[in-house]
């Protein structure tokens, strides 16, 4: 079976790939970093959250983001899942604590 390929491993295309795999299809992630930097992402690493690390609200009653987790959620999201075994407490925000995280 020919592969779908995906053109950027961040957070969507890690997602995407993710899904097509677990759905037994053939998927090929192309990232371009290290080999060419962006102006937002400091590592090397797929998936990357730029800037502070946090993936905003996640009350999904009142806010359009925490509905967007809860839809993930139940999609069975490997970003989501990532989130939420990293996540540590700040209200009703769920932050995602990276290697420049300055509470590390
Ligand atoms: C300064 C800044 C601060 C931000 N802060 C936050 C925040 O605190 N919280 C939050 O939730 N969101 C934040 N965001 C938004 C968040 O980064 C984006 O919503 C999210 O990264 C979008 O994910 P994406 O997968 O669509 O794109 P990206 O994460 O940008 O992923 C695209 C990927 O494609 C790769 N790529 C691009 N072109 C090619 C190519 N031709 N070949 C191969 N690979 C390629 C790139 O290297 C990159 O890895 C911020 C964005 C910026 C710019």
New binding site residues.
């Given amino acids: 079976m020919t592969p779908i390929h995906i053109?950027?491993?961040?957070?969507?295309?890690?997602?995407a790939a993710w899904q097509i795999a677990q759905a037994g299809l053939p998927v090929v992630l192309?990232?371009?970093?290290p080999v060419?930097?962006?102006?937002?992402?400091q590592t090397e690493g797929?998936?990357?959250?730029?800037?502070?690390?946090?993936?905003?609200s996640d009350d999904s009653e009142q806010n359009a983001?925490g509905l967007i987790h809860h839809e993930l959620r139940q999609l069975g999201s490997l970003i989501m899942s990532c989130a939420d075994a990293h996540q540590v407490p700040a209200a009703v925000h769920l932050p995602w604590i990276g290697t420049d995280s300055p509470t590390l």
């Avoid at 053109?7 to 997602?15: F, P, T």
């Avoid at 192309?30 to 970093?33: F, K």
């Avoid at 060419?36 to 992402?41: C, E, I, M, V, Y």
């Fill in positions: 053109i950027g491993g961040g957070l969507a295309g890690s997602e192309h990232e371009m970093r060419r930097k962006t102006d937002a992402h797929l998936a990357e959250l730029v800037c502070s690390n946090s993936f905003r983001v």
